[in-house]
């Protein structure tokens, strides 16, 4: 366990002494700030099927050093609520509490908790010699399947191998009557995250894995070995996930689930609680995202790719021609010829050089890509468009008319 020891030294955040919950297997982290329902998360985790392990939650109850009194009362507020929850736990279920204030603002967000929490994970594995624990994140507005906890032991136990499992996800939504608005913005906006998942798919990248942070969990070994996770205002999930599938040790989880809300929020830059408020702040509830002619641009890219395979620069420049105007104009932004070189002079056999241009070419790049072609070559369109060319391109069937729900349905069959 040398590599845990030495890991924390560099990285931990947050200096612990608490006792350790005897044979933990799982150890759950919720990064927790301002959180009106946070024992909703907890009862609805306490109530799962249990699985053939103990089960630590770690919740980090944080608070920036700009946040407000009121702030501060409802994390207190959580504090005693959690204590209050304990005597009722399951045997196999321990929760302890990290309390961390006056968080600097270059650092205050879910980033810095999650980390704290996850580290101390890391520390506790360390006590009891587990390295191959498993760390599961989770949101404090979050609800879970009731075999939640049991599917992902059993996905890490029945395959050694496994480094990182990416959980499904549904939004709670509120009743499409009495709050027309948010129940609009909350399915445009699973829409979207469906469709950019689904159209990375189709165009063949290796990674097309959601990247959210509170649907995902992660051995502890696989955890330390990629340096943990960041301190990222808000994408920590992002960057910190597309480190981890380069191990290529992913499994998208398929018989249980997590219901995050769809609630407005203020307390970060971006993902599902500010993009209900952007939607629902607007005259018109609408949401518009990449063109998916510019996915079907980089598919044309990645399915040539092998071409390329120890050719040399003239050949790469000749390559060049046959592809779409929008990507070559961006790879020459990137210049794209040494990285190739490089790639080619330390491969010697095409899946290797396909994983080291994907490397290269990740989903920072593609994302890159995206905002470099729009406007200049595509215009964004509504999320609705987008995904009713994907879902025909993959052969699904739409009937008219075609409503944000039958497109998301039709997603969620997938």
Not at 74 to 96: A, D, K, Q
Not at 209 to 215: A, E, K, N, P, V
Request: hydrophobic fraction near 40%.
């Amino acid at each position: 366990m040398n590599g845990f020891f030495d890991y924390l030294q560099r990285q931990k955040l947050y200096s612990s002494e608490a006792p350790v919950f005897s044979s933990v297997g799982m150890i759950v982290v919720i990064p927790c700030f301002d959180e009106p329902d946070m024992l909703s998360t907890l009862q609805s985790l306490c109530s799962c099927a249990l699985p053939d392990c103990n089960v630590e939650i770690i919740v980090v109850i944080n608070a920036p050093e700009y946040a407000t009194a009121a702030q501060l009362r409802e994390n207190e507020h959580t504090r005693e609520s959690i204590r209050g929850f304990m005597p009722g736990l399951p045997s196999t279920i321990h929760i302890s509490v990290i309390s961390v204030s006056g968080i600097r603002k270059k650092d205050a967000g879910a980033g810095f908790a999650r980390k704290i929490g996850m580290d101390e994970a890391v520390r506790q594995f360390m006590l009891t010699s587990n390295k191959k624990g498993v760390i599961v994140s989770l949101d404090a507005d979050c609800l879970v399947a009731p075999d939640y906890l049991r599917e992902i032991r059993q996905s890490f136990e029945s395959d050694s191998r496994l480094n990182t499992a990416i959980i499904p996800f549904e939004h709670i939504l509120p009743d499409k009557k009495t709050n027309p608005r948010i129940y609009r913005a909350g399915v445009l906006y699973e829409l979207y995250l469906r469709y950019y998942s689904e159209a990375l798919r189709y165009i063949g990248f290796p990674y097309p894995y959601h990247t959210i942070g509170s649907c995902f969990a992660v051995r502890a070994d696989a955890y330390v070995k990629v340096g943990g996770m960041n301190k990222k205002q808000a994408g920590e999930d992002f960057y910190f996930l597309h480190k981890l599938f380069l191990s290529e040790h992913i499994k998208e989880l398929k018989n249980t689930a997590v219901y995050p809300s769809s609630r407005i929020s203020n307390r970060v830059v971006f993902g599902t609680g500010p993009a209900i408020r952007k939607m629902t702040e607007s005259e018109e509830v609408v949401w518009e995202t990449y063109s998916f002619d510019a996915f079907c641009a980089l598919k044309e890219l990645f399915d040539g790719i092998s071409e390329v395979f120890k050719s040399k620069s003239e050949t790469i420049r000749s390559w060049m021609v046959k592809i779409p105007e929008s990507v070559k104009d961006f790879l020459q932004s990137e210049n794209y010829l040494p990285a190739l070189d490089e790639i080619n002079a330390n491969c010697a056999s095409l899946p290797t050089f396909k994983k080291r241009f994907f490397t290269w070419f990740n989903a920072f790049m593609i994302l890159k890509f995206m905002h470099y072609v729009h406007p200049k070559y595509y215009h964004l369109t509504p999320v609705e468009v987008s995904s009713a060319c994907l879902l025909t391109r993959l052969s699904i069937k739409l009937n008219d008319p075609v409503s944000p729900e039958k497109l998301l349905d039709a997603f969620k069959k997938l």
